[in-house]
């Protein structure tokens, strides 16, 4: 089992920065490969980015690629997507994940959630 509770949401102007973190409590964090996923209202939830046990590989959506990066620190059991030039269409409630393998959809435990609101 593990915990994963997530911060650093709020509001920020188009093209603008935030970083989001994740923190892992439970089993050993560093056996979880970890994703970031969001979901905008009245949407299905979508696959942001994600990242493997040892932060060697990663993974991006399209919409993510270029503007996002995901990084982890297995000493601290912290996730992280720091998110640039963030655009309105970014607005949503964005959840860490955890897996037991990198995947773009397949992960067994998920967090609250942190909301992210872009204005224009």
């Known amino acids: 089992q593990v915990q994963l509770v997530e911060s650093g949401g709020g509001l920020v102007q188009a093209g603008g920065s935030m970083r989001l973190s994740c923190v892992a409590s439970g089993r050993a964090f560093s056996t979880y490969a970890m994703g970031w996923f969001r979901q905008a209202p009245g949407k299905e939830r979508e696959f942001v980015s994600a990242i493997s046990r040892s932060g060697s590989t990663k993974y991006y959506s399209d919409s993510a690629k270029g503007r996002f990066t995901i990084s982890r620190d297995n000493a601290k059991n912290t996730v992280y997507l720091q998110m640039n030039s963030l655009k309105p269409v970014d607005t949503a409630v964005y959840y860490c994940?955890?897996?037991?393998?990198?995947?773009?959809?397949?992960?067994?435990?998920w967090g609250q959630g942190t909301q992210v609101t872009v204005s224009s």
């Open positions: 994940a955890a897996g037991g393998q990198l995947s773009y959809h397949e992960y067994d435990y």
